[in-house]
């Protein structure tokens, strides 16, 4: 059985967010000292969560992401994990995480089920790390990620926001970091996603003109990697170093999109980039059961638009990226 939204498109792809709340607060995403979060009786419950992915898999989704915020500020992740990792149908269960707690919860994650893990990292500059993040400590990231390779959440995948004038001359440094860890770059486009999002812009830097500058030290061979993501994949030559880009401003993918996002709060986002949404806390609070959710999922993607608007109306999605699950 195929989810398929009015554009043809097929929905196998389910983000979960468990939680708003974040212990970093990078310039992109959250303002400094944001503290207007949803109350964690807000949030759905590890419960409700399982009966929303199980009928996701019976519709026929097979790749699935913990996000946030951060999803390591919930707490007992990993009893979600062994929840969702249990369901017939998951071909994928995979993370977003800052990694600053990812230290202490690499092994019981991976032993509950986890797959694999991509990790947030601008920088690897102290300094410079710490101003992205709102006083963030690299050395926990870097810790937290080497925890995550040794107990074989692989591939590690690192995701850099770029930032013209900010960290975008890190660049060559970071591939080479990630080409000898192992790990696999991702160079994303800031997104206008709330007010913090929006400000961000002002320091955009498309990505064909990174990929010149890394031509000319690197040679790179088109490639592809498993996962249901955006990315365009390029090998770094005589290595198996990956760089792949996420470009939703100057190459947007809607007509391949295949993916949709569930909010702490129970709501079902459409796009990233709209506004489209439906609601599924009270129909779950109200004991709906596997069919019932079925019929409510299928009538949401009715309302999956075609594509966002992010470069003909910036300024369109008021909502942080936290809100939204990233």
Same mark, same amino acid.
């Given at each position: ?53 199980? +009928?996701?898999? +019976? ?32 071909? %994928?269960?995979? #993370? ?83 080409? %000898? ?7 994303i486009e800031t997104m206008p996603m709330g007010s913090t999002g929006l400000a961000a812009t002002q320091t955009y830097r498309g ?33 198996e170093a990956r760089i792949g880009l996420i470009t939703p401003i100057s190459r947007h993918f809607c007509e391949t999109c295949n ?28 004991? +709906? ?6 019929? +409510? ?23 942080? #990226? ?5």
């Amino acid at each position: 059985m195929n989810l398929t939204d009015p554009f043809q498109r097929t929905i196998e792809y389910l983000r979960i967010s468990v939680t708003d709340r974040c212990d970093l607060r990078c310039s992109y995403c959250l303002p400094k000292g944001y503290k207007d979060f949803q109350e964690p009786e807000e949030w759905l419950t590890f419960d409700e969560i399982t009966r929303v992915v199980d +009928a996701f898999c +019976a519709l026929g989704a097979r790749r699935f992401r913990l996000t946030g915020g951060e999803p390591l500020v919930r707490n007992n992740l990993p009893e979600l994990v062994a929840k969702l990792s249990a369901l017939e149908g998951i071909e %994928d269960l995979s #993370m977003s995480s800052n990694a600053v707690r990812l230290g202490r919860f690499a092994e019981p994650l991976k032993a509950a089920g986890l797959n694999r893990v991509n990790i947030s990292l601008d920088s690897l500059d102290p300094d410079r790390f710490a101003e992205i993040t709102g006083g963030g400590k690299l050395h926990k990231v870097l810790d937290g990620i080497a925890a995550a390779k040794r107990v074989g959440l692989e591939p590690v995948k690192i995701n850099m926001v770029v930032q013209g004038g900010i960290n975008d001359h890190e660049i060559a440094q970071m591939v080479e970091f990630c080409a %000898d860890e192992g790990y696999t770059l991702r160079l994303i486009e800031t997104m206008p996603m709330g007010s913090t999002g929006l400000a961000a812009t002002q320091t955009y830097r498309g990505l064909d003109s990174v990929m010149e500058e890394l031509r000319e030290r690197f040679e790179l061979i088109p490639d592809i990697m498993p996962g249901g993501g955006p990315a365009r994949y390029y090998r770094v030559a005589g290595s198996e170093a990956r760089i792949g880009l996420i470009t939703p401003i100057s190459r947007h993918f809607c007509e391949t999109c295949n993916r949709v996002r569930l909010g702490a709060d129970g709501t079902l986002y459409m796009c990233l980039g709209q506004d489209h949404s439906f609601s599924l806390r009270a129909l779950l609070r109200d004991g +709906a059961d596997r069919a019932e959710l079925m019929t +409510a999922i299928r009538h949401a993607i009715t309302l999956k638009p075609e594509r966002h608007e992010f470069s003909d109306k910036p300024e369109q999605v008021i909502r942080f #990226m936290s809100q939204t699950g990233g």
